[in-house]
């Protein structure tokens, strides 16, 4: 298989959040009270800030990336309006900053880190380059007491101007990016098997794999071979909504399913990983896919959710 990039990832535009109840590894300081209850009266999380702590889940699932920073008080501000001033701009170009560290080495799809193949694309590097500058500073809040500052920032992802749709978008036309993020993997072939009913989409249950969302997760057949490759979906589709839905249970798949129009999705469990962002069927599974496809055609337009760990 051919090395393959890692591209990144921001994003924003507010939807329903699937893994709004679980407990966000990334954590504000009690102190930001306000920050806290902004987070929550909005069912958001933060993807990752200054701590180093990241969750990437996060960012797929609620369809949005928020990265935070904090400063302290400059001492040679006398003015307390002066130093909040300040320590709020500060908290801005620290989340900015880490913001840029994290796009540097966010995976998309295979094992190799992105900063690796930045040189050969330039239109990675300035992508990257220009939406850290473009970020909008979405919550700020000042502590009197701790005399620190913390600002949240958020990217778009999806959408006309998101970040995964300039990548898509590229992708699409450029022949040397495409094949670097294609798979040199044949598509899987069978016969056919009749099935009792008519599937209109894919649920991949992966809770048993080390397996993290990207923006191209493929799923192959125990011999190798291809199932589903985002790379050959169209640039509309991906930029519209990606290349799947990513929950931590099966009701939330279905109803993530249902708002792209799913009504009978075909589940089935991932047999294996291929890495950390594609994912293998059993053989039996794998004919069922390839089978239920060739009815519904739904891995065209991306109808599949990966139910995650």
Not at 47 to 63: L, W, Y
Not at 298 to 303: P, R, S
């Amino acid at each position: 298989m051919k090395r393959l990039l890692l591209l990144i990832i921001m994003l924003a535009g507010v939807v329903q959040p699937v893994f709004a109840e679980d407990e966000n590894p990334v954590q504000v300081d009690d102190t930001f009270a306000k920050t806290k209850a902004w987070l929550s009266g909005r069912n958001l999380t933060l993807t990752g800030g200054t701590s180093g702590t990241r969750d990437d889940t996060a960012a797929f699932s609620q369809e949005a990336i928020l990265f935070y920073g904090e400063a302290i008080g400059n001492p040679n501000h006398k003015s307390p309006a002066q130093r909040e001033l300040m320590a709020k701009r500060a908290a801005v170009v620290t989340a900015q900053r880490a913001l840029a560290e994290y796009l540097q080495g966010f995976a998309i799809v295979g094992d190799t880190l992105v900063k690796d193949g930045m040189a050969e694309y330039d239109v990675i590097r300035s992508a990257v380059a220009s939406f850290v500058k473009g970020s909008q500073v979405v919550f700020q809040e000042y502590s009197p007491e701790k005399d620190a500052a913390i600002a949240i920032i958020k990217i778009g992802m999806h959408g006309a101007k998101g970040f995964a749709s300039s990548f898509y978008e590229k992708l699409s036309k450029d022949p040397k990016l495409k094949k670097e993020f294609g798979t040199d993997k044949p598509a899987f072939k069978a016969d056919t098997v009749r099935l009792d009913e008519v599937y209109d989409g894919l649920i991949v249950d992966a809770t048993e794999q080390d397996f993290r969302p990207a923006l191209i997760n493929r799923i192959f057949a125990a011999n190798g071979e291809v199932l589903y490759d985002p790379a050959k979906v169209s640039q509309k589709v991906l930029v519209d909504q990606g290349c799947g839905e990513y929950t931590n249970s099966m009701e939330k798949a279905r109803a993530a399913l249902a708002a792209r129009n799913v009504k009978n999705p075909l589940v089935v469990k991932a047999s294996g990983a291929a890495g950390s962002t594609d994912l293998q069927l059993a053989d039996e599974d794998a004919v069922t896919v390839y089978s239920a496809n060739r009815k519904g055609n739904f891995l065209a337009g991306a109808k599949v959710a990966f139910v995650l760990k």
